[in-house]
């Protein structure tokens, strides 16, 4: 069974008396431990869909599984456990906690998984902040990182709770090229390790080289699929 699958998925923003389609009949299913971009010009629906996959926000129509889970049949209170349980984020900006170390950024979702001793915790931190090659800054604020390693902190903070799904909106827009290589290679890496199923948006050809399917988005319509 895939770990997603979107059949016929539309969205429409309503902003007063008028309506944006952002997202037009998309069906797509996503396999387990596959490394998987989208990809588009700016506006083209990526970070609807994303958030659609996050269950940030849900179709306007059409049916979306997501971890065996029909997205639809989820109230708003269980959708915050829903993402706390399967699914990891990566942003843009990374959003780390600037007044926490980057120990306690990693810690931070754990927070919420009550059935782990001290001592599992602060292993799986340090396994997952040395996986990122991040180990020795453990007791570094954010603000003392370049923006590669900022974003090495959040993928290890995504994938800390053990999610199936790992999301990220434009992770390497703030980063340059090689950088931006570094930290894709990364995430492929841990999904090598991890079996984690990393879904990641763009807009830059270079980047997208490295995933093993690809979804082009237009107008947000799905207009391609390369293998
Ligand atoms: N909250 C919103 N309200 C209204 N329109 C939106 C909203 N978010 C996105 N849009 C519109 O939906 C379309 C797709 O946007 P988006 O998903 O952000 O694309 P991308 O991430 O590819 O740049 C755009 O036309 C955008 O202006
Ligand atoms: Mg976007």
């Not at 700016?42 to 029909?70: A, F, I, Q, W, Y």
């Not at 990374?94 to 998984?113: A, D, G, H, K």
Request: aromatic letters at 6%.
């Amino acid at each position: 069974m895939p770990l997603v699958t979107a059949e016929n998925i539309s969205k429409v923003y309503r902003l007063g008396s008028e309506q944006v389609k952002a997202l037009s009949n998309v069906s797509f299913s996503l396999e387990k431990s596959s490394f998987i971009s989208f990809v588009g010009p700016s506006g083209s629906g990526k970070t609807t869909l994303l958030n659609m996959l996050g269950c940030l926000d849900r179709p306007t129509e059409g049916r979306l599984t997501v971890c065996g889970t029909d997205t639809a049949g989820l109230k708003p209170s269980q959708r915050a456990d829903f993402r706390g349980k399967n699914i990891g984020f990566i942003f843009q900006d990374f959003n780390l906690i600037p007044v926490l170390s980057v120990y306690e950024n990693v810690e931070y979702p754990l927070v919420m998984v009550q059935n782990i001793c001290a001592k599992e915790r602060r292993e799986r931190i340090m396994r997952m902040l040395d996986a990122v090659g991040m180990a020795e800054h453990s007791e570094k604020r954010p603000s003392q990182l370049s923006g590669g390693q900022k974003q090495r902190v959040a993928a290890a903070r995504a994938l800390v709770t053990n999610p199936s799904l790992i999301l990220a909106d434009e992770p390497t827009a703030n980063l340059d090229h090689e950088t931006s290589m570094k930290i894709i290679t990364l995430m492929k890496s841990m999904r090598d390790d991890f079996g984690t199923t990393f879904v990641f948006s763009t807009h830059d050809p270079k980047v997208v080289s490295e995933a093993e399917h690809v979804f082009v988005l237009e107008d947000g319509k799905l207009v391609r699929e390369e293998a």
